[in-house]
């Protein structure tokens, strides 16, 4: 689905008529928001890594790949022709023990013997729309199935009156109900060792009526 293509899904259900930068606003506020659920898994491979003292560090911050990082994951370390391990992620008050550590700017990785290469898996953000002819998968990264929640919160945000507020009840309702699903679906697909912990939500959800089937 391309960007225009929400936004007349949006505009045809809304109340009020708004330009495309307005709807491209209300689009990419929706992208922020199921940011944290949509778990869309990448990895940077053959990060250039300089130990000094056993410490070596990856600057986040100028990576043009893990400067679009929501969340890190997993770290792996490799010196030379060694296979690539993975490290265990340590507390900062850890500062002995063979692992990584997380700041908001940069990965540091501890007790390590000599300088070599990392790879780093991340979730990505899901990244802002600009343009009406944009397709929204290719630019954001929001799986096609999920296109829909950015309708309803589009047309959540646009019915702000007083007057409207019933509808825009009902489109928010209908967005969380849709955002409830898509996390339980994302943790189902992403994240298999969880589970488990989420069988009796999917079960509920399910028998209640409230979402599609994974």
Avoid: C, F
């Avoid at 919160?153 to 969380?176: M, P, V």
């Avoid at 298999?192 to 009526?209: E, Q, S, V």
Wanted: charged share 25%.
């Amino acid at each position: 689905m391309k960007v225009i293509d929400v936004i007349a899904m949006a505009q045809l259900q809304a109340e009020e008529v708004y330009d495309d930068p307005t709807w491209i606003q209300y689009i990419n506020a929706a992208l922020n928001d199921l940011t944290p659920i949509a778990k869309i898994l990448k990895s940077k491979d053959e990060i250039a890594v300089t130990a000094t003292a056993g410490i070596g560090k990856i600057d986040i911050i100028s990576d043009t790949d893990l400067v679009a990082a929501h969340e890190i994951l997993t770290t792996y370390y490799k010196t030379g022709t060694d296979t690539l391990r993975q490290l265990r992620r340590i507390p900062m008050s850890d500062n002995a023990s063979e692992g990584w550590k997380l700041t908001t700017s940069e990965i540091i990785m501890q007790n390590i013997a000599e300088s070599g290469t990392a790879r780093v898996d991340y979730y990505k953000k899901l990244q802002h729309v600009k343009s009406t002819s944009e397709d929204i998968e290719t630019t954001s990264g929001l799986p096609s199935q999920y296109h829909n929640l950015l309708v309803l919160y589009a047309l959540a945000k646009s019915q702000q009156k007083e007057e409207e507020l019933n509808d825009k009840n009902d489109a928010y309702t209908e967005y969380l109900m849709g955002k409830q699903q898509m996390g339980v679906d994302r943790i189902w697909e992403m994240e298999p060792h969880n589970r488990k912990y989420i069988k009796k939500a999917r079960i509920a959800m399910l028998l209640g009526g409230g979402g599609q089937q994974g």
